[in-house]
Antibody
Framework: EVQLVQSGAEVKKPGESLRISCKGS????????IAWVRQMPGKGLEWMGI????????IYSPSFQGQVTISADKSISTAYLQWSSLKASDTAMYYC????????????WGQGTTVTVSS | QSVLTQPPSVSGAPGQRVTISCTGS?????????VHWYKQLPGTAPKLLIS???NRPSGVPDRFSGSKSGTSASLAITGLQAEDEADYYC????????????FGGGTKLTVL
């Protein structure tokens, strides 16, 4: 079964760092792109950026460039989303999503990781 | 402000037909890029509903259909059922943005 399994919920304080993960299984990890999508409480989906697992080519949405880092370790079929200094406004649900190409639909989604940033 | 514009909400009675619009521009839908639609129930990940403008993935009822013309697309749901109450999002690719992939703002469907 093709699936993306994300790491568990996180509760952090402002200024702390964080890395959440997304592990793929059931398919050839390096032939797909993995995107990260933010959903703030009560709001819509926002595409943050994407990484191609074959060569780690990474593209960021202008809104998220410099705010987060997307990376991957293809040896363990895992993509990451990282913050160096969290803000309260980073509180959201984060989904990873598999793209075949940038213009293709997302047929496989992770279950989501809730990140809560509060002092 | 989303690159793709959707109505915030639509509603309909059980059995009725509703449509949800998705309006883009010459750099996304108007260039010929496909639109895809997703359904999201509260507390769950989005689920692909329509791909490539009008294709239903396996398991999606034929009550759901999609179309695209020029810079606009629409999702139609016929025979509305209670379980159709959800948030719906359109998604496409935009050639003018470095980030490229864009979502609509989402539409809340209420079944009356």
């Amino acid at each position: 079964e093709v699936q993306l399994v994300q790491s568990g919920a996180e509760v952090k304080k402002p200024g702390e760092s964080l890395r959440i993960s997304c592990k793929g299984s059931g398919y050839s990890f390096t032939t797909y792109w993995i995107a990260w999508v933010r959903q703030m409480p009560g709001k819509g989906l926002e595409w943050m950026g994407i990484i191609y697992l074959g060569d780690s080519d990474t593209i960021y949405s202008p809104s998220f460039q410099g705010q987060v880092t997307i990376s991957a370790d293809k040896s363990i079929s895992t993509a990451y989303l990282q913050w160096s200094s969290l803000k309260a406004s980073d509180t959201a649900m984060y989904y990873c999503a598999r793209h075949e190409t940038l213009s293709a639909p997302v047929a496989v989604w992770g279950q989501g990781t809730t990140v809560t940033v509060s002092s | 402000q989303s690159v793709l514009t959707q109505p915030p909400s639509v509603s309909g009675a059980p059995g009725q037909r509703v449509t949800i619009s998705c309006t883009g521009s010459s750099s996304n839908l108007g260039t010929g890029y496909d639109v895809h639609w997703y359904k999201q129930l509260p507390g769950t990940a989005p689920k692909l509903l329509i791909s490539g403008n009008s294709n239903r993935p396996s398991g999606v009822p034929d009550r759901f259909s999609g179309s695209k013309s020029g810079t606009s697309a629409s999702l139609a749901i016929t025979g509305l059922q209670a379980e159709d109450e959800a948030d719906y999002y359109c998604q496409s690719y935009d050639s003018s943005l470095s980030g490229n992939v864009v979502f609509g703002g989402g539409t809340k469907l209420t079944v009356l």
